[in-house]
């Protein structure tokens, strides 16, 4: 099981940042892709960016949503621009095995989440 650990959330208001990190090992940023998902309460799992030799995002995030990657500090990042209140979600960085289905396959192994809120 590969550990992976977000940090970064918090509360911020309509057209606010915010960046999110997640810490993951040397190992694994070489040998899966690493992306995020959200969660809000009600709604499925929602495929949001994906990093490997490139990067992919869903439409609803892009344009908006830069993701990143230092393998220097072990850590992938997740830049949110232009927040929506639709954004409100916990946050999950994982491992893939390719970003090319991202959207629609199951994670192999994912953090404890991070509470992402957009309110006025």
């Known amino acids: 099981q590969v550990q992976l650990a977000e940090s970064g959330g918090g509360l911020v208001q309509p057209g606010g940042s915010l960046r999110l990190s997640c810490s993951v090992s040397?190992?694994?940023?070489?040998?899966?892709?690493i992306g995020w998902f959200r969660q809000a309460p009600g709604k499925e799992r929602e495929g949001v960016a994906c990093?490997?030799?490139?990067?992919n995002y869903a439409d609803s995030v892009k344009g908006r949503f830069t993701i990143s990657r230092n393998n220097a500090k072990n850590a992938v990042y997740l830049q949110m621009n232009s927040l929506k209140p639709e954004d409100t979600a916990v946050y999950y960085c994982?491992?893939?095995?390719?970003?090319?289905?991202?959207?629609?396959?199951?994670?192999?192994?994912w953090g404890q989440g991070t509470q992402v809120t957009v309110s006025s």
């Open positions: 994982a491992t893939y095995d390719s970003c090319n289905r991202f959207t629609q396959v199951v994670p192999g192994d």
């Open positions: 040397r190992f694994a940023l070489d040998y899966y892709a």
């Open positions: 990093i490997s030799r490139s990067e």
